[in-house]
């Protein structure tokens, strides 16, 4: 069964700081390339960040560049998000995603999502 739960989110003060992590099952986490998006009610969801499944390369959205941070374990199976520099901006639902190959079909996995608030 495939599984990516999320973790971190919180209320936290504008300025501040949250990882996120994303822990995932059942499937072969090493081999999928990880992202993280992003939704507020009424508005589409955005590509936050990427990551390779190996890591060496990472993408992310003009907004968040500069204060967040991609990163992941495969030993471990988690992707991370680490937030700085919080802005009211940055409020949402943040959900990982994973993309990858068994075979020739493509998979494309969601997990649920977590809250991120900031505000004063």
């Known amino acids: 069964q495939v599984q990516l739960v999320e973790s971190g989110g919180g209320l936290v003060q504008p300025g501040g700081s949250l990882r996120l992590s994303c822990a995932a099952s059942?499937?072969?986490?090493?081999?999928?390339?990880m992202s993280w998006y992003r939704q507020t009610p009424g508005k589409e969801r955005d590509l936050v960040a990427t990551i390779t499944s190996t890591g060496g390369s990472t993408n992310y959205a003009d907004s968040v560049k500069g204060r967040f941070t991609i990163s992941r374990d495969n030993a471990k199976n988690t992707v991370y998000l680490q937030m700085n520099s919080l802005k009211p901006e940055d409020t949402a639902v943040y959900s990982c995603n994973a993309v990858g190959w068994r075979g020739t079909r493509r998979y494309d996995y969601w997990g649920q999502g977590t809250q991120v608030t900031v505000s004063s």
């Open positions: 059942g499937f072969t986490f090493s081999s999928s390339a």
